[in-house]
């Protein structure tokens, strides 16, 4: 398969708890967005990296977030001390112009 | 202010019925538009894309849009429901002046089919 993939598809951690997930993005895309989708609304903007470059981070992404995508391939979003807010799917995106084609997501549950 | 609104928050049809989801965007140049769909739990599904040319575009699983500048609208259509449809589809769009095709998505449609 040579689509957007993301690791772990679910993760339940406690609060203060450390977290973090993978995204593979397609293999030639040196383009890749985090959203970050809670219940019953659309996805948000994160962050975007073109190849290895983190180019744009959103208001949404507190001190508690970090992204990196060492080498221009995979990406990993690390939340620190997460906060029941924190509950969410994050989404991972990968594109080489404005198309962007999406992983299935990770669905994070704080408790 | 910059938006994406799809009106509808929930939209149910009979199977084999027809379907109009609405999109209205409100930007200054065109934009790039999308609509995703996406089933419980899962991630977001192309259907259609507009950039430019022939405003009726056509797209996966039957559907297609119409984009009409005077309207600022980007409608999905589908002639003919099938129950696998049932699922939730956002509207979205690049900005025109948005160098890093950062999405903007509505607050999405879920969409019921009755049997």
């Known amino acids: 398969d040579t689509g957007v993939s993301q690791n772990p598809r679910h993760k339940i951690t406690k609060r203060g708890q450390n977290v973090t997930f993978r995204c593979d993005p397609i293999s030639e895309h040196n383009r890749l967005y985090w959203y970050r989708q809670t219940l019953g609304q659309g996805p948000e903007f994160l962050t975007y990296f073109q190849n290895e470059a983190q180019l744009e981070k959103s208001r949404l992404l507190s001190d508690r977030f970090s992204a990196e995508r060492p080498k221009g391939s995979f990406s990993t979003l690390e939340i620190q001390r997460t906060e029941q807010g924190d509950s969410a799917m994050y989404l991972c995106?990968?594109?080489?112009?404005?198309?962007?084609?999406f992983g299935p997501g990770t669905r994070l549950t704080v408790t | 202010a910059q938006s994406v609104t799809q009106p509808d928050i929930h939209i149910t049809v009979s199977e084999g019925a027809s379907l109009e989801l609405r999109c209205n965007y409100s930007?200054?140049?065109?934009?790039?538009l999308f609509w995703y769909v996406q089933s419980p739990g899962q991630g977001l599904q192309l259907l259609l894309k507009?950039?430019?040319?022939?405003?009726l575009v056509q797209g996966i699983k039957g559907f297609e849009a119409e984009f009409k500048r005077s309207q600022s609208s980007f409608n999905l259509r589908k002639p003919s429901v099938h129950w696998s449809d049932a699922a939730e589809y956002f509207c979205?769009?690049?900005?025109?002046?948005?160098?890093?095709?950062?999405?903007?998505f509505g607050k999405g449609t879920r969409l019921h089919i009755l049997p």
């Open positions: 930007y200054g140049a065109t934009p790039y």
């Open positions: 995106a990968s594109s080489l112009g404005p198309e962007q084609y």
């Open positions: 507009y950039f430019s040319g022939d405003t």
């Open positions: 979205a769009v690049v900005p025109a002046s948005n160098r890093d095709d950062k999405i903007i």
